[in-house]
């Protein structure tokens, strides 16, 4: 029974998924991401929950890889797709390319068998479409900008640039996770001031994505360095 409750929180993404989509359909904003927020909360959690139920040993026939993977994709890809394209974050004639570009970038990313490495990093950029869309809503920058991150985003999918997976353990899991649990704070409190975000609150939720960016690039070329000097 434990198992499959573990199985079923991890399920309760799509659920989270349909009403965010609802909620944008109504330019309910600030409600969709609420739901987008909960279901990260969600992704972060059921792994540990699973691994302590021992969801394979129980269920064996059941693949709750495909299960995250599924709901994955439609939370961290289609319904932030979605709301690029109804927010109007892009220029409009340019909406269609820039949605296509987030689609399938990670249909590849998501269907490499080394998407998810051995040694628990993520290989490519691991589609955080929806955080990069709740900056891009809450900045406001021009369209034009937000379509540029945008495109820039989808090429980085297909770049072999190893990038931490947190909930996995590895390199500075500990920072990581302090700082992800900050972050996390911050992230409710934008969502709570949503649509007039505070710009320090904003500046400082904005130390944990570089932190993360930076610290996923400088292990890549400290993984590299030493691929060199093995040869």
Request: some cysteine.
């Amino acid at each position: 029974m434990s198992a499959w409750l573990a199985h079923l929180y991890t399920a309760s993404g799509a659920v989270l998924a349909f009403l965010a989509a609802a909620d944008i359909f109504e330019h309910d904003y600030r409600t969709a991401f609420f739901w987008l927020y909960l279901q990260i909360v969600v992704d972060a959690t059921d792994g540990v929950l699973a691994r302590r139920v021992r969801v394979r040993e129980r269920l064996p026939w059941f693949n709750g890889a495909k299960l995250d993977d599924i709901v994955d994709y439609l939370c961290y890809v289609f319904v932030p797709a979605l709301f690029v394209w109804r927010a109007l974050l892009v220029p409009d004639r340019w909406a269609i390319l820039i949605v296509a570009a987030m689609l399938l970038s990670s249909a590849y990313g998501f269907n490499r068998d080394d998407a998810k490495t051995d040694d628990h990093f993520f290989l490519g950029f691991p589609s955080y479409w929806n955080i990069a869309v709740f900056y891009l809503f809450v900045a406001r920058w021009p369209p034009e900008v937000n379509a540029a991150i945008l495109l820039a985003l989808a090429v980085l999918v297909f770049v072999p640039i190893r990038y931490l997976y947190p909930s996995r353990g590895g390199a500075f899991q500990r920072t990581t996770v302090v700082l992800g649990v900050i972050w996390g704070a911050l992230m409710l409190v934008m969502l709570w001031q949503l649509p007039a975000v505070s710009r320090p609150v904003f500046f400082v939720s904005l130390v944990f994505p570089l932190y993360y960016m930076a610290v996923s690039l400088w292990l890549e070329v400290q993984r590299r360095s030493g691929m060199v000097a093995a040869r």
